[in-house]
């Protein structure tokens, strides 16, 4: 399968997507520049953490704007699979792609660190992969990851099982303590009611080596290798 | 009689004869738009005219350097036709004058030397000196840090290069003139390494990057001078950075590089344009000529002298190949930035300004770059030495180990630094294979088995005591905490923080730390290829302690084997390799105590004294370490190393067992001699330099002690890790008994604890 890694000049884990796709997972992987209106044929979209338009108003309010973002709703709601991380997910949630919004961590300061992330949801296509209740430890590194919704559209998500990682303690458990920044019920990736459109803060794309610390991100992609593969060999 | 009063030329940071000097080279009196660029190209920040003639001193050859001093950045051989590029270098008076913006420009400049060099950035790291957190100070300290740890993160971390490692330190001389230093590694083909000349007759200048404006105008001639009450007065001189627009200009000047259309390139750093253009022509032999209309201008109605000097960042200078401005001009429109062509080489030697075709400046390049001022100032050894190298321990009342191990790990030199790397990205790109805190920076090549690793060490309370000796443990503790991690160390850089050079007892520290710099560089084989040199940091007449900080680059052949400090596994030996414990082994019996302590952290913060001889340090007995780390690693013979620096043996074992999800140590240390208080004391945390605390499998212990005996190092088992506890004796007699958690919390909460409190 093939992934389109979207750069916005302001990317900076555009290669790091790519180089999990491409050289970790063994699997076809092109860089696709934002004022292009092609996704080359691509089965999946990762929109790539960073800094899209220096981000200096609101993370992702310009990048959204980016030709390449037309191509990509409509891929979306074609019901290709589309993965927003960190950057990424914030631009999701500009295009109306996602609900929310970002707000800058309760303790107004950049972290970055490997926090644990308890799968919600294996019913999208970045999750199929994990079991129920799996904990993941991945890093996060941004300074505006505290998600917020307003209350009916938090009630919605959850009812609609839309949230799809949990910020939680070793154990599982999502606890205060264990939230980096303030996000509203340690949401810490959500999905489109499509369930096709994920996005999360943590960076997966950081953890797919023993060696960077955790190979435990790897599952998303794998994840949607097998969900593509499941919908190729459908008659 | 001149045609500036004195006023303008004390302004311009220029002594009479220099003025006297311009004269003689332009064979007339300089328009006011010459003098200024005489003024920035002559400051001490651009022509180290106090320095250079010293600096000289330092090797700089050795069988991988591909790049000395004198280019952007210097580069060594890595192996696969690959090269790394790196420097470190100051931003300390901004930094004093506007914490978030001049940390931040500081890292916008290291690294926009990097990729001018045709490298990629793949790593930052910082060295950062404060004062006192708490105190009459402390408040505005605490903001300091704030402002420069969030102005490094808020740059690194949008243009995505992490920040992999430094050092932090505290200390009363710098409360008024904190130093931070920032280096960058970048990766670059060996064969397609880009030099700062120009060349080619005719040949288009172009100007890339972010507009000027009016900010950093004389930014290097301020880096010159003292601080005093009216610092405030020159924050205009500070620049303001722009991450994403450094980010573009990285991206397109890359792109640039791949092909064959560029001569060369140039940052406008220090200087600006000024510097620029005539570095640039005079490296190539040849003028340049430029017309400052056509400069991209953010701000109306600005002068050729402001155009020239402004220090606006993000912004470079291209040289490119005639006939090939439609295929440069379209890479930069990709990235949406201006590229402006303001003039072109010429064959004169002569930096031409132009004003809407009129001359407003013409100097040769050689009277600016080459002709600047070179002094041998005048050198005095400081009385305060005799004073303090005498330590009476006697007159002191010793501390319980226990008890002295709680203040060491709490205090914010040793405590641990999580709140200020959590808030650098230090894991973008993917390469992050030692994360920060855990020991030097180790950052995998993609594409190779090779990894290498870098530390920046600097001790100012060893300089101030020695700074010849001083000089030569800042190496050697960089050196060690590379060989730690698995490398063999292959390139060094440096960054002299020192006062006033005027003053001949500041000079004499500058000279004792080069010559002990460069005596260390050549022990242990290791170039240094470039560096900076920041002087004039001194406040209202008080001068920092010298502070050399040396960044040390080391290669690991098989990433595989990179190394962090904290033990990994329950039941492994630790042994400590190296000159046994902290007393001066040199030293007669009975003197042995003081000479063990002297200098130390522990002297410092459990007794307030700053004094006595600094550590010992054995340069043959170094070498040897560094190899037998080298053969050791790469044997996989280890599980962890750690060297024995800030606090001695206790905190070095104390923080092996942080971060080890709860793997406590049980050592007996031996007791060479006395075992007197004092003495166990001297054992437990005295600093002498060539010590490293390794754990090693049960099954490793034998090989390892057979390859020390061959490298010649001592090496001694001294304990077991395991348990919750850090359990230490010191020749059988109990010392420090601490639940390991306990220990573990009190140091990591330290340093974050400050921050906590409600602004003063």
Known sequence: MKFAVVVFPGSNCDHDAYHAARHVLGQDAVFVWHKETSLQGADAVILPGGFSHGDYLRTGAIARFSPVMNTVTAFARGGGPVLGICN???????????????????????HCEHVHLRVEQTDTPFTLRAPVGQTLRIPIAHGEGNYFAEPDVLRDLEASRRVVFRYCDTSGIATPGSNPNGAVNNIAGICNEGRNVVGLMPHPERACEPALGSADGLVLFESVVSALAAQASLP | MSAHDSAVLERHGLKPDEYDRIVQALGREPSLTELGIFSVMWSEHCSYKSSRIHLKKLPTRGSR??????????????????????????????????????????VGGIIRDIFTMGAR????????????????????TRRTVEGVVAGIAGYGNSIGIPTIGGEIAFEDCYAGNPLVNVMCLGIARSDALVKGNAGGVGNPVYYVGARTGRDGI???????????????????????????????????????????????????????????????????????EIDVQHVPQRETGMTPYEIMLSESQERMLLVVKRGREAEVEAIFQKWDLHAARIGSVTETG??????????????????????????????????????????DLESLTPVSPQQALGSLLSSPTIASKRWV?????????????????????VVR?????????????????????????GAMLALAEAARNVACAGAVPIGATNCLNFGNPEKPDIMWGLVEAIEGLSDACRALDIPITGGNVSLYNETDGRAIFPTPVIGVVGLIEDASCALGRSFRAAGSEIVLLGASVGRGDAEPKGRAASAGLGGSEYLKILHGLIAGDVPHLDLEAERALLALLAKATAGRLLLSAHDCSDGGLAVTLAESAFDSGGIGCLVDLPAE??????????????????????????????????????????ARRVGRTGGDRIAVTVGGRAAIDWKLADAERLWSEALAQYFARPAA
């Not at chain 2, 950045?73 to 100051?90: N, P, T, Y």
């Not at chain 2, 090549?445 to 010849?468: E, F, H, I, Q």
């Open chain 2, 445 to 469: 090549v993609k594409g190779t088995p090779r990894a290498l690793a870098m530390s920046t060490d600097g001790n100012g309370r060893y300089c101030y005591l020695d700074p010849r000796r």
């Open chain 2, 350 to 391: 002569l930096l031409q300004v132009k004003s809407r075709g009129e001359t407003v400046a013409e100097i040769p390049n050689a009277a600016l770059v080459d002709e600047a001022p070179v002094y041998d100032r005048p050198t005095a050894r400081p009385r305060y030495l005799d004073e303090v190298h005498r330590l």
């Open chain 2, 673 to 714: 001699g006395a075992v007197g208080e004092w003495d166990v004391l001297a054992d437990l945390f005295g600093e002498a330099g060539g010590r490293v605390v390794v754990s090693v499998a049960a099954g490793s212990l034998g090989p390892l002690m057979d390859l020390a005996a061959e490298c010649g190092v001592p």
């Open chain 2, 421 to 441: 790397y959590r808030q650098y990205d230090h894991m973008v790109r993917t390469n992050t294979l030692v994360l920060a805190g855990m020991g030097a920076g």
């Open chain 2, 121 to 140: 950035p793949i790593a930052l790291l910082n060295s950062l000196r404060f004062g006192p957190m708490d105190g009459a100070t402390g408040a505005r």
């Open chain 1, 88 to 110: 990424g997910f914030q631009i999701l949630l500009e295009a109306g792609l996602l609900p929310g919004a970002m707000l800058r961590n309760k303790d107004l300061k950049f």
């Open chain 2, 65 to 106: 350097v591909l790049q000395g001093p004198g280019e952007n950045a210097g580069a060594v051989d890595i192996g696969g036709g690959l090269a790394a590029v790196f420097k470190i270098e100051s931003h300390n008076h901004p930094s004093f004058i506007e914490p978030y913006q001049g940390a931040a420009t500081g």
């Open chain 2, 218 to 288: 004389h930014g290097a001639t301020m880096a010159s001078a003292e601080f005093d009450d009216r610092s405030a007065e020159k924050r205009p001189a500070v620049q303001v950075g722009d991450p994403f627009m450094e980010k573009l200009l990285l991206e397109a000047c890359l792109e640039l590089m791949k092909g064959d259309a560029l001569i060369g390139v140039q940052d406008m750093g220090a200087a600006g344009l000024t510097c620029a253009t005539s570095e640039m022509g005079a490296r190539g032999g040849c003028g340049i």
